[in-house]
Every structure is written in C-alpha cells, then in structure tokens.
C-alpha cells in the first residue's frame, strides 16, 4: 500500500487595506524611515481597522477565498486549525469563529499558539491528521492581528509587527507530493526575552496592568536574533541533510519574515542563495503566524509541481521548526 501524504492543494492570503508606512511611524515615535529599513527591511505594514476586527476577520477572508479558488465548499472540510497568538478571545477558539462565519459545520476546530512558528506547528499537525487517511480536507489558517497587543510608543516593537495572514488546504495524495518531513523545537528560556506579560492567568487583566502598559508585545532583541538565526540555519540544514538535499535541490527557502537581517544572516549560514529566498517583508512587517502562508500565496504563480520547498520559523518561547514540502501542483494561468 502506497503511503498517504498530505499535499497543499490551494494556499490564499489576504491583509487588511490600511497601510501604516514608515512615515506615518516618524509621527508617533522617535525613529525615521531610514533607521527602520536599515535595521529591518521594512517599509511599510498592514492594521486592520474597526471595532469588533479581530483575527477572525483575516481568516474568513483568506478561508473564504481558498475555498472559491479550489472549488471546494464548506460542507467537505473535516478540521480547521488556525494558528494565532492574537485570539479574538481567550475562547472560544478563533478557529471556531472563522469556521462558524464561512458555514464550515462538519468540522471540528482548534487553535494552536507557537508564537511565530505557529503555522509550521500547525502544518505539521493537520498533515498527520490527513497521513492517518482520518481526514480527508483540512484547512490551515495562520493569521495574527499583531497591532492589537503592540505599544505604539516603543520604537523597538511597534516598527516591526503587521497584521494579515492566509490559508492553505490539505488533501491526501499517494504521489510523492506533499509534506515530506519536519523538524520541531522548544526552549522554555525564551520565555525571558519575548512575551506578553499580563492577560494570562499569571497576571490577569487588571487596571495596575493596563497603566503599566503589560498587555503589549516585549522583546529584547539581541538573545532573540542570536537564537533565531542559529535555531532556524540549524533546522535547515538538519532536514536537508537526512532527505539527502542539497541547495541546489531547493527550489525555494520560506522563512518566517521576523527582520531582513535575521532572513539573510540565515541564508548565509544555511549556504542558500537570497535569490531562491521568499522575502516580503517589506510590505507587510512580521505577522507572526501569518508570514509564511503569505509568502506562499505571493509566490504561488511561481511555484512548479515538484518542487521542494522548506518552510522554516522562529518564536517567541521559544519555538521553532522547518518543514520540507513538495509542491503538489501547477498554478492555473
């Protein structure tokens, strides 16, 4: 019997309209578009605007539009994850919200939360579902409203984060296609250098923590770009090297889009040409769970059946991870 493996049949993103340039930041901050685009490759990002806009809203979009691009409808889908660490609510789960909007019923649902590397996790998750031929349609979301938990008065995070997201869906195939293998880390020491203090159930919402601002994003950025570009250069390699690649077998590195520079010091270490390296950062910033589903969806008209892709993240915690795919079909015109 021919091994089931699951393969990416459709990926779509979607980002909101508003774009908050570099300098429409020089107004809120001490910083200037120069400094921001030295420092990390970005010019401009995405915030999603509005009350009641939560994560939700960039995984309906994305899941309404996977759905119409692979004519597949709402009713076939048989799990839903989606990847977040700005949950519209500590629960239910947004994946359930994204679900019960798009009329997807028999389903069951769950959020998975890895920071930055929630979508891999995610990934690799639901293509074990689909590998045990339990399930035969499953949708990964990854998505994050990262706006909602940044300090717009602390130049080293608020020039960083976007918001925006996609979703890719899964089906088996017994062609050599598909996901191929992956490669998954934690270190609980993460936990000293990138976190949100207050919300959880250690320090709950309370109005000591609101003043004190604890609700947002903090990051000390050195120990994180040291462990960022040492753990992902590392996984890289490491699945390389037990599915017999080399760098020339690699049509396309996927990195999570965290900061140019950590994305190029990772090409450098991992031997890989920044031309076969996917890089939007520019436009949209880090959105966290949602860059690498982004990067699949701009390259996609790109994207040729067999070729190898690996996926790889960096997160808060921290986390981290690469996935090798094999890309299962051809773009239509």
């Known amino acids: 019997m021919s091994k089931i493996h699951a393969a990416i049949t459709g990926v779509q993103g979607w980002v909101p309209d508003y774009v908050l340039t570099n300098q429409e930041l020089e107004n809120l901050v001490d910083t200037n578009s120069e400094w921001i685009t030295s420092r990390t490759g970005i010019q401009e990002r995405r915030i999603l605007k509005g009350e009641n806009q939560g994560t939700s809203v960039i995984g309906i979009n994305a899941v309404n539009g996977l759905l119409k691009k692979t004519n597949t409808t709402p009713e076939e889908i048989d799990l839903l994850i989606c990847a977040t660490v700005t949950a519209d609510m500590p629960f239910p789960d947004t994946a359930n919200i994204i679900a019960d909007a798009v009329g997807i019923k028999n389903a069951f649902c769950f959020d998975i939360n890895a920071a930055c590397s929630g979508f891999l996790y995610a990934l690799t998750t639901a293509a074990k579902f689909v590998e045990s031929?339990?399930?035969k349609k499953v949708i990964v979301v990854g998505a994050d409203k990262m706006s909602s938990i940044i300090d717009y008065t602390d130049r080293t995070t608020c020039i960083i984060f976007g918001d925006g997201g996609g979703a890719v869906l899964l089906e088996p195939t017994e062609e050599n296609y598909g996901v191929m293998d992956s490669l998954h880390h934690s270190d609980g020491v993460g936990q000293h250098y990138l976190y949100q203090k207050a919300g959880g159930?250690?320090?709950?919402?309370?109005?000591?923590?609101?003043?004190?601002?604890?609700?947002?994003?903090?990051?000390?950025?050195?120990?994180?770009?040291?462990?960022?570009?040492?753990?992902m250069s590392d996984v890289v390699l490491r699945i390389m090297e037990r599915n017999h690649l080399s760098t020339d077998d690699i049509a396309w590195l996927v990195p999570h889009q965290a900061n140019r520079r950590i994305i190029e010091?990772?090409?450098?270490?991992?031997?890989?040409?920044?031309?076969?390296?996917?890089?939007?950062?520019?436009?949209?910033?880090?959105?966290?769970?949602?860059?690498?589903?982004?990067?699949?969806?701009?390259?996609?008209?790109?994207?040729?059946?067999?070729?190898?892709?690996?996926?790889?993240?960096?997160?808060?915690?921290?986390?981290?991870?690469?996935?090798?795919?094999?890309?299962?079909?051809?773009?239509?015109?």
């Not at 919402?205 to 604890?214: C, G, L, M, S």
């Not at 990772?266 to 939007?280: G, H």
């Open 201 to 231: 159930s250690r320090h709950p919402a309370t109005i000591d923590t609101v003043i004190n601002r604890e609700h947002f994003v903090y990051q000390n950025g050195k120990p994180v770009f040291k462990a960022a570009v040492t753990g």
């Open 265 to 333: 010091t990772v090409s450098d270490m991992a031997k890989f040409p920044m031309e076969r390296v996917m890089v939007n950062i520019q436009k949209y910033g880090n959105t966290t769970a949602g860059t690498l589903p982004l990067c699949l969806w701009e390259w996609e008209s790109q994207l040729k059946k067999g070729d190898n892709l690996i996926l790889t993240a960096f997160g808060g915690g921290f986390t981290w991870g690469a996935i090798y795919i094999k890309w299962a079909y051809d773009t239509n015109p």
């Open 133 to 135: 031929g339990s399930h």
